[in-house]
């Protein structure tokens, strides 16, 4: 039976003596203890942090911000968009870097939030930038982004989704609109939503979880 590849990855990392059992206390899964993606040009190493007295970073540590605009949001977002947790992204992220998978991973967070911290081989990409009631869109810088990053061609005036590319967004979590209100957008504007991941978790769950973050 053919292996995943984010196991075969795992298994040749530890093989080599880059993670061992005795050094990895704190695991992502029984199997999986690490990813290892490019970041910027660099490799990065995505692991839970192995310190058991870590505590969550401070800005993730409110329960409580008004709602609206921080509302919770739903499990399924839009027919067809598929939810994703953290196990699946690293799965997705790891077969990226063994090659048999690829799209884009796609912060949605404003700069000010995206400065703080992000995932590793994260882009952002603003929902100010694709959300057309945002007081700072431009409708050439959204044209340019589905053309340039997304893959989508126009012809005669309308856009050819035919051969858009795989999009993975996040924001700051369940509470947080950000990435939803990117990803209902372009729905709206013809993206085909089962091309669209939505890690709903976002920062608040990575932070949860220890996981490597990266600052630009």
């Known amino acids: 039976m053919k292996q995943p590849a984010w196991l075969i990855g795992a298994t040749l990392l530890a093989a ?7 050094e990895m206390k704190v695991k992502v899964t029984p199997d999986l203890e690490s990813v290892t993606v490019m970041h910027e040009g660099k490799e990065v190493v995505i692991k839970r942090d192995q310190d058991p007295d870590s505590r969550i970073a401070e800005d ?3 329960t409580s911000r008004e709602c609206p605009p921080f509302c919770v949001q739903p499990m399924q977002l839009l027919p067809g968009v598929h939810t994703i947790g953290e196990i699946e992204l ?6 990226r870097a063994m090659g048999e998978d690829e799209f884009l991973l796609i912060d949605s967070r404003t700069p000010d939030w995206y400065n703080k911290g992000t995932i590793p081989s994260a882009q952002n990409i603003p929902w100010t930038q694709l959300h057309p009631e945002a007081s700072t ?20 005036g309308l856009f050819d989704f035919r051969d858009a590319k795989k999009l993975v967004l996040f924001c700051n979590g369940p509470w947080c609109g950000q990435s939803p209100t990117n990803i209902r957008a372009m729905v709206g504007m ?3 939503a089962d091309k669209i991941y939505w890690y709903r978790g976002g920062m608040q769950l990575w932070h949860t979880l220890g996981l490597t973050t990266v600052e630009p």
């Open 190 to 192: 013809g993206y085909p």
């Open 90 to 95: 690293l799965e997705m992220l790891a077969d």
């Open 137 to 156: 869109f431009d409708p050439f810088v959204a044209e340019t982004l589905l053309i340039d990053e997304f893959g989508v061609k126009k012809t005669d």
């Open 60 to 62: 993730y540590t409110q």
């Open 16 to 22: 080599a003596g880059v993670v061992s059992a005795e």
